[in-house]
Nanobody, 127 residues
Framework: QVHLRESGGGSVQSGGSLRLSCVLSEYEDTRYYLGWGWFRQSPGKEREAVAAIGSTDRTEYADSVKGRFTISQDSNKDTLYLQMNNLQPEDTAMYYC???????????????????WGQGTQVSVSL
Protein backbone atom coordinates (compact mmCIF):
# COMPACT_ATOMS: atom_id res chain seq x y z
CA GLN A 1 0.00 0.00 0.00
CA VAL A 2 1.71 3.15 -1.23
CA HIS A 3 1.75 5.91 1.35
CA LEU A 4 2.32 9.62 0.82
CA ARG A 5 2.65 11.80 3.88
CA GLU A 6 2.74 15.58 3.65
CA SER A 7 4.11 17.92 6.28
CA GLY A 8 5.30 21.48 6.67
CA GLY A 9 2.04 23.35 6.45
CA GLY A 10 1.16 26.10 8.86
CA SER A 11 0.04 29.69 9.28
CA VAL A 12 2.17 32.58 8.04
CA GLN A 13 1.74 36.24 7.24
CA SER A 14 1.71 37.60 3.73
CA GLY A 15 5.22 37.58 2.30
CA GLY A 16 6.31 34.68 4.45
CA SER A 17 7.70 31.30 3.44
CA LEU A 18 6.97 27.64 4.07
CA ARG A 19 8.54 24.41 2.88
CA LEU A 20 6.28 21.45 2.33
CA SER A 21 7.55 17.88 2.30
CA CYS A 22 5.97 14.69 1.02
CA VAL A 23 7.48 11.38 2.03
CA LEU A 24 6.87 8.29 -0.09
CA SER A 25 6.79 4.98 1.72
CA GLU A 26 5.62 1.39 1.23
CA TYR A 27 6.58 1.60 -2.44
CA GLU A 28 8.88 -1.16 -3.66
CA ASP A 29 8.71 -0.83 -7.45
CA THR A 30 11.19 1.01 -9.65
CA ARG A 31 11.16 4.79 -9.31
CA TYR A 32 12.63 5.42 -12.75
CA TYR A 33 9.31 6.41 -14.29
CA LEU A 34 7.87 8.03 -11.16
CA GLY A 35 6.40 11.50 -11.37
CA TRP A 36 4.76 13.54 -8.66
CA GLY A 37 3.45 16.93 -7.82
CA TRP A 38 1.58 19.28 -5.56
CA PHE A 39 -2.05 20.25 -5.86
CA ARG A 40 -4.16 22.50 -3.65
CA GLN A 41 -7.80 23.05 -2.84
CA SER A 42 -9.51 25.74 -0.84
CA PRO A 43 -13.14 25.66 0.35
CA GLY A 44 -15.62 26.18 -2.44
CA LYS A 45 -13.01 25.90 -5.15
CA GLU A 46 -11.88 23.13 -7.42
CA ARG A 47 -8.58 21.40 -6.85
CA GLU A 48 -5.81 23.02 -8.85
CA ALA A 49 -2.30 22.06 -9.81
CA VAL A 50 0.57 23.92 -8.20
CA ALA A 51 3.75 22.28 -9.44
CA ALA A 52 4.99 18.90 -10.60
CA ILE A 53 8.13 17.06 -11.52
CA GLY A 54 8.17 14.30 -14.07
CA SER A 55 10.19 11.13 -14.52
CA THR A 56 12.85 13.03 -16.48
CA ASP A 57 13.06 15.71 -13.77
CA ARG A 58 11.19 18.16 -15.93
CA THR A 59 9.25 20.62 -13.80
CA GLU A 60 6.09 22.55 -14.46
CA TYR A 61 4.39 25.28 -12.48
CA ALA A 62 1.01 26.91 -12.40
CA ASP A 63 1.22 30.49 -13.63
CA SER A 64 0.03 31.75 -10.26
CA VAL A 65 3.09 30.41 -8.44
CA LYS A 66 5.85 30.84 -11.00
CA GLY A 67 8.78 32.73 -9.54
CA ARG A 68 7.58 32.14 -5.98
CA PHE A 69 7.41 28.35 -5.55
CA THR A 70 10.08 25.76 -6.28
CA ILE A 71 9.49 22.03 -6.52
CA SER A 72 12.29 19.55 -5.94
CA GLN A 73 12.94 15.97 -4.93
CA ASP A 74 15.76 14.08 -3.26
CA SER A 75 18.01 11.90 -5.40
CA ASN A 76 16.28 8.67 -4.32
CA LYS A 77 12.81 10.00 -5.03
CA ASP A 78 11.88 9.37 -1.41
CA THR A 79 10.81 12.91 -0.64
CA LEU A 80 9.17 15.66 -2.65
CA TYR A 81 9.50 19.28 -1.57
CA LEU A 82 7.74 22.53 -2.29
CA GLN A 83 9.51 25.70 -1.26
CA MET A 84 6.96 28.48 -1.10
CA ASN A 85 8.17 32.07 -0.89
CA ASN A 86 6.32 35.37 -0.86
CA LEU A 87 3.12 33.64 0.18
CA GLN A 88 -0.11 35.51 -0.36
CA PRO A 89 -3.60 35.06 1.12
CA GLU A 90 -4.76 33.50 -2.14
CA ASP A 91 -2.29 30.66 -1.53
CA THR A 92 -4.36 29.55 1.46
CA ALA A 93 -5.49 25.99 0.81
CA MET A 94 -5.04 22.36 1.67
CA TYR A 95 -1.98 21.16 -0.22
CA TYR A 96 -1.88 17.59 -1.49
CA CYS A 97 0.96 15.48 -2.77
CA UNK A 98 0.21 13.16 -5.69
CA UNK A 99 2.30 10.45 -7.33
CA UNK A 100 2.13 8.12 -10.28
CA UNK A 101 4.67 5.32 -10.73
CA UNK A 102 4.37 5.29 -14.53
CA UNK A 103 4.20 8.97 -15.36
CA UNK A 104 5.34 8.60 -18.96
CA UNK A 105 3.91 11.32 -21.15
CA UNK A 106 0.92 12.13 -19.02
CA UNK A 107 0.41 15.85 -18.41
CA UNK A 108 2.09 16.86 -15.17
CA UNK A 109 -0.42 19.49 -14.06
CA UNK A 110 -3.51 17.32 -14.46
CA UNK A 111 -4.86 15.57 -11.38
CA UNK A 112 -6.14 12.57 -13.33
CA UNK A 113 -2.53 11.73 -14.24
CA UNK A 114 -1.85 10.63 -10.67
CA UNK A 115 -2.80 7.36 -9.02
CA UNK A 116 -1.80 7.96 -5.42
CA TRP A 117 -2.63 10.89 -3.14
CA GLY A 118 -1.69 12.03 0.33
CA GLN A 119 -4.02 13.34 3.03
CA GLY A 120 -2.91 16.94 2.69
CA THR A 121 -1.35 19.66 4.81
CA GLN A 122 -3.02 23.01 5.49
CA VAL A 123 -1.42 26.29 4.50
CA SER A 124 -2.96 29.52 5.78
CA VAL A 125 -1.70 32.96 4.82
CA SER A 126 -2.97 36.09 6.51
CA LEU A 127 -2.52 39.73 5.60
Amino acid sequence: QVHLRESGGGSVQSGGSLRLSCVLSEYEDTRYYLGWGWFRQSPGKEREAVAAIGSTDRTEYADSVKGRFTISQDSNKDTLYLQMNNLQPEDTAMYYCAMDPRMGGWPLLTSSSYKFWGQGTQVSVSL
